[in-house]
């Protein structure tokens, strides 16, 4: 009788919810994305797209919904901003440590298609961090401009592989591997890499390593001893940078806008605009919230990992590691 009246009442409960209109408690992915004014009210626009965090071309599983990779997000504005011919400039706002090669290879040749196609200045204004990935995607741009306290450089390639033979060595589990070739295994997490192997991978690092670098002397004017200071992959202050040719100039977003609509022949008055799928009130520059991030993200155990640290799979990276991009 009691297990009676509890089906009853789960029945009648879920009946009065199909009664209800239903209700959007957040922002759907599948709308479109809307323009929204930010400031100025002149002839001309000039858009801004945000680029923050891990760079991937892989969706990301949500608490509702999935969520569209930041390769998507960048390459559904693009397509909206070509289609507007008012849109002269567009800002990158870059806030990432890098990502996957391929992600942010990606992310390079849709904005240099896009600017071919359309004639549109890019200037790239970095924030906290413009490294790896993130410097690459910035060689496109026709100004690249840092804050202050920017980090970036950190131009090359890590290929990660976790190694997870001595737990299993520790815990007494053998795992038994069959395959047709001798290097059909190469990678395998399971097992240690052989000398051959790690000479294996070390030479698609330097492959991959040599084609930032050949992109770096393609872009920019580089002498040859500040070169040899920047294929060791070290991180630059915006000081450094600057020193180094890697960014044109040092000021803040205000500062980058202003340059953004001077390369673009507009005036001072011209439009900034958004992409999103919500309006938030009193909007301004700050608001980095972009169309994809409007998932609210609900974590039972924080394990204190870093967004870049969980995304990370077996593959080559154009990523500074230590970065956390968790700020988000």
């Not at 000479?199 to 500040?226: C, P, S, T």
Request: hydrophobic share 40%; charged share 25%; proline share 3%.
């Amino acid at each position: 009788m009691r297990n009676r009246m509890l089906l009853l009442t789960i029945i009648s409960f879920i009946t009065l919810i199909g009664c209800f209109p239903k209700v959007h408690l957040f922002p759907d992915e599948r709308e479109p994305l809307q323009e929204f004014t930010i400031e100025g009210h002149e002839k001309g626009k000039v858009l801004v797209i945000p680029i923050i965090g891990f760079l991937s071309d892989s969706s990301k599983e949500g608490l509702i919904r999935e969520k569209p990779s930041i390769v998507q997000e960048i390459v559904s504005q693009l397509r909206r901003a070509e289609k507007d011919k008012e849109i002269k400039a567009v800002l990158l706002k870059i806030n990432s440590p890098g990502g996957t090669s391929v992600a942010s290879d990606l992310i390079y040749h849709e904005l240099l298609s896009f600017k071919r196609r359309t004639g549109v200045k890019i200037v790239v204004e970095m924030m906290d961090v413009a490294a790896s990935g993130g410097y690459y995607i910035a060689l496109t741009a026709d100004l690249i401009c840092a804050h202050p306290l920017t980090i970036t450089g950190s131009v090359g390639v890590i290929f990660i592989r976790p190694d997870i033979s001595g737990l299993l060595n520790k815990i007494g589990v053998n795992v038994t591997i069959t395959k047709s070739g001798l290097n059909k295994d190469m990678g395998n997490f399971l097992c240690p890499a052989t000398e051959k192997e790690i000479a294996m991978f070390q030479n698609f690092v330097d492959e991959y390593g040599k084609n930032f670098i050949n992109l770096v002397i393609k872009h920019r004017k580089i002498e040859e001893r500040a070169l040899a200071d920047i294929t060791t992959a070290r991180i630059y202050s915006a000081k450094d940078a600057l020193k180094f040719k890697l960014i044109d100039k040092i000021g803040y977003i205000d500062d980058a806008l202003v340059n953004a609509k001077e390369l673009a022949g507009l005036s001072k008055e011209a439009k900034v605009v958004v992409y999103r799928r919500s309006r938030y009130s009193e909007d301004t520059i700050y608001n980095d919230v972009s169309s994809s991030s409007n998932i609210i993200k609900l974590t039972l155990v924080d394990f204190g990992l870093s967004e870049s640290m969980q995304a990370l799979h077996p593959g080559f990276y154009y990523l500074w590691v230590p970065a956390d991009s968790t700020k988000r």
